[in-house]
């Protein structure tokens, strides 16, 4: 994938984010560090979690009796995520309203891109190159510019 001199390239996932600005040209990218944030506050669902789902004994036979029993905890993990993704999603269109960013590249694992897809502005949308369904949060700077070369 080439990515053009001066885009944004997003890598994320749920806790993490990294904002790269490609300061080469499209051919030969040389991303640099433009801005990054780590959710500290997220911790694993387990930690959070207050007590296991259930109910009464017996309840299970009369929820489905009654079309339901289903009583499972809200993941409080995965939803932390999925509102990091969407912050990140009103941060990129901060940055396109004010025109930071003429073209942006997306990398973050599918489930992610999903959530971010669903919070995209018109001109966030409007100025997206690409995406890349991968978790590249753990990556070096040069492993990132390496998938993108490689990325169609």
Same mark, same amino acid.
Request: a negative charge; zero cysteines; glycine letters at 10%.
């Given at each position: 994938?080439?990515?053009?001199?001066?885009?944004? +390239? &997003?890598?994320?996932?749920?806790?993490?984010? /990294?904002? &790269?600005?490609?300061?080469?040209?499209?051919?030969?990218?040389? /991303?640099? +560090?433009?801005? $990054?944030? +780590? *959710?500290?506050?997220?911790?694993?669902?387990?930690?959070?979690? =207050?007590? /296991?789902?259930? #109910?009464?004994?017996?309840?299970?036979?009369? @929820?489905?009796?009654? #079309? #339901? @029993?289903?009583?499972?905890?809200?993941?409080?993990?995965?939803?932390?995520?999925?509102?990091?993704?969407?912050? =990140?999603? @009103?941060?990129?269109?901060?940055?396109?309203?004010?025109?930071?960013?003429?073209? &942006?590249?997306?990398?973050?694992?599918?489930?992610?891109?999903?959530?971010?897809? $669903?919070?995209?502005?018109?001109? +966030?949308?409007?100025? /997206?190159?690409?995406?890349?369904?991968? *978790?590249? =949060? #753990?990556? =070096?700077?040069?492993?990132?510019?390496?998938?993108?070369? $490689?990325?169609?």
């Amino acid at each position: 994938m080439r990515v053009p001199h001066n885009a944004f +390239v &997003l890598v994320a996932d749920g806790r993490k984010m /990294l904002f &790269l600005r490609n300061e080469g040209d499209a051919d030969i990218p040389n /991303l640099q +560090v433009a801005k $990054k944030r +780590v *959710d500290r506050h997220n911790p694993d669902h387990n930690e959070q979690a =207050t007590d /296991l789902a259930g #109910g009464a004994p017996g309840t299970r036979t009369a @929820g489905a009796q009654w #079309g #339901g @029993g289903n009583m499972d905890e809200a993941d409080f993990h995965q939803l932390e995520e999925d509102r990091f993704a969407a912050e =990140t999603a @009103g941060l990129l269109k901060e940055w396109a309203l004010r025109d930071e960013f003429e073209s &942006l590249i997306v990398v973050a694992p599918p489930r992610t891109l999903g959530e971010l897809r $669903k919070h995209y502005h018109k001109e +966030v949308t409007d100025r /997206l190159a690409g995406e890349i369904g991968k *978790d590249l =949060t #753990g990556h =070096t700077v040069p492993q990132i510019e390496e998938v993108l070369l $490689k990325a169609e």
